[in-house]
């Protein structure tokens, strides 16, 4: 087994997808042949104790391909004897590879995500993309939208070595089951209340305003549907109206939350529509677990540049068991089969995304069908131990 040190502006405790996946990656591979070089971030020093092998903090917040950070970097793989580079990013740190190469790198990996099939549309950073491409044994894609986007900028023999790996779900951790009826009453959500889940950074690619613009819509369609059923329902039968109002629960944080939270108090939805903050990443699982309905109409941005890479919240909540509604920006649908699992819809078709919402909320057991197919697929697909055997094979390769 190579030993690898793990060069990368993505890593906890900073919270986020990439982060998410360097950091999973890491833990997958033998705790005495990894070592990481990351940025400085508050509550590091804590998180680096728990883990299992080395982490060397760079001084500040970022990384970038400059001289101090490639000296850095360079003493870190000599140090240590390692002889394979694993960039958490290709863009930009993979710029430092001839300079790993040079102090004994045997072999040079770098991951690619979204933010790589932006670079790939502008004339400039499409230079340094390709550049990267040549001096890397191998860039990863997460799936056939970003592969696409950057086999047109590469050299042919670069596009060549490009293999896919993609991120995996703990399935041990996710699961249905995990926890929701504590979170729920920790909420003060009500047991019987359906809840449309969304989990993710707060920013305006993910759609979260959406979901509240058509939220009114929604509670509307299901009212008006309400209204039939009960007409043929005995009252004896029928629950509490307060505890069959649905709740749109959003879980994490972000530069656009102060003007979601706006938006819901000019749109009168206080009552209905709840904002818990950032969760750390064990307690998770419970938080999918309060869903009903996963639901990210994630859409594209700026002329391609802001894009989705996959969207591994979709197969977290598929994994818990709920059924899922994605938007259409990049890879995102990869995470979803669209009929089975949950639906694609577009990021900016709020006629759609209400459309799908309604249908699902009034169906429960059908709805509920949708995700038991989505535990299957994960569990048959997505585990991390397939993932971390394919990224043994290319490391080792």
């Known amino acids: 087994m190579p030993k690898v040190l793990i060069v990368t502006n993505d890593f906890p405790p900073r919270s986020g997808g990439i982060q998410s996946f360097v950091h999973s990656l890491a833990t997958r591979l033998p705790p005495g042949q990894v070592v990481v070089y990351a940025p400085a971030w508050d509550g590091a020093p804590d998180f680096d104790a728990r883990q299992p092998f080395a982490v060397v903090r760079h001084p500040r917040s970022l990384m970038l ?9 360079r003493a870190i793989l000599t140090e240590h004897g390692c002889d394979t580079v694993l960039f958490g990013a290709a863009a930009p740190l993979g710029l ?25 549309a502008l004339p400039g950073a499409r ?37 896919r790996l993609a991120p995996g779900v703990d399935t041990e951790s996710f699961q ?74 959003f879980i994490g944080d972000g530069p656009y939350a102060g003007r979601l939270r706006a938006l819901v108090r000019r749109s009168g939805l206080t009552e209905s529509v709840i904002f818990a903050g950032p969760v750390a990443w064990d307690e998770l699982p419970a938080y ?3 869903g009903s309905i996963f639901a990210m109409p994630c859409r594209t941005r700026r002329g391609g540049l802001d894009v989705e890479g996959l969207g591994l919240v979709y197969l977290e909540a598929s994994a818990t068991g709920l059924p899922v509604i994605g938007g259409d920006s990049g890879g995102a649908p990869d995470a979803i089969l669209p009929g089975e699992t949950g ?7 709020e006629a759609a995304l209400t ?16 995700g038991d197919k989505g535990f299957a697929w994960v569990d048959r697909e997505w585990r991390w131990d397939l993932v971390a055997a394919r990224l043994t094979d290319i490391l080792g390769s």
């Open 288 to 290: 999918y677990d309060a």
């Open 96 to 120: 430092l590879a001839p300079v790993l190469r040079r102090a004994g790198a045997r072999r040079i990996v770098a991951l690619t995500h979204g933010h790589e099939a932006g670079w790939a």
């Open 355 to 370: 459309h799908r919402l309604v249908s699902l909320l009034s169906d429960p057991e059908g709805a509920a069908a949708m």
């Open 65 to 73: 391909p400059v001289p101090s950070v490639a000296r850095r970097a």
């Open 343 to 349: 639906y694609v819809v577009g990021g900016r078709d």
């Open 176 to 249: 249905p089951g995990a926890g929701g009826a504590a979170i729920r009453a920790k909420l003060g959500i009500a047991q019987e209340a359906q809840v449309v889940l969304c989990v993710s950074r707060i920013v305006r690619r993910k759609g979260q305003d959406t979901l509240i613009r058509v939220w009114p819509r929604v509670l509307e369609g299901l009212s008006s549907r309400a209204d039939c059923l009960s007409k043929a329902t005995p009252a004896s039968a029928q629950s509490p109206a307060r505890d069959r109002e649905p709740v749109l629960l």
């Open 127 to 163: 230079s340094l993309l390709r550049r990267i491409g040549e001096h890397v044994d191998v860039l990863t894609y997460l799936g056939e939208y970003v592969r696409i986007r950057l086999a047109r900028v590469l050299t042919p023999a670069a596009a060549s070595r490009m293999v």
